[in-house]
């Protein structure tokens, strides 16, 4: 038998939820939670493996788990509502995979003023961690650092913030 594909072009969307924040003085400024939900699909041109080209990526965790992640958060938001001072903007964006263009999209036509907004939080791959947490963007974010060391030593998870990339 012979693999064929079809090339079908759609229009995609970012999917866009917002809770608001419930202090008065601060539901004004924004945290955004996003994640992607393309995906590659197959190895090739976009792909990091180099060589494996036609290879089957499996996307459950890039970023099928990242995309679950905000919805249960958003589900989760809507049900402690009162604990959320600043609102929130839970982000599903697509083409990112193909050169951030659902992230771009948002930047341009944002739900919330970007100016208002205070902090991204981009969860991707997030279905192995193994007790271990990523993050990456500290050079554009350094004020976080105090919060990465605070979450360290008081997480009752095994929480280890890894900094500089995926080989960290």
Request: charged share 20%; proline share 4%.
């Amino acid at each position: 038998a012979v693999d064929r594909t079809t090339k079908v072009r759609k229009p995609v969307r970012n999917v866009v939820g917002l809770l608001k924040g419930s202090d008065p003085s601060l539901q004004s400024e924004t945290v955004i939670v996003g994640a992607h939900y393309d995906h590659l699909g197959r190895s090739g041109r976009f792909s990091m493996s180099q060589g494996s080209t036609g290879q089957i990526h499996h996307g459950a965790d890039d970023n099928a788990s990242g995309t679950a992640a905000i919805i249960e958060m958003a589900k989760s938001g809507v049900d402690a509502r009162s604990e959320f001072k600043r609102s929130v903007v839970f982000l599903a964006f697509a083409g990112e995979e193909h050169g951030l263009l659902g992230s771009s999209h948002y930047v341009n036509h944002p739900a919330r003023p970007l100016e208002n907004t205070i902090a991204m939080i981009n969860l991707d791959m997030v279905g192995r961690t193994g007790g271990r947490v990523l993050v990456d963007g500290l050079a554009n974010a350094p004020s976080i650092e105090a919060d990465l060391k605070a979450a360290e030593s008081s997480s009752s998870l095994k929480l280890k913030a890894l900094r500089g990339g995926p080989g960290a």
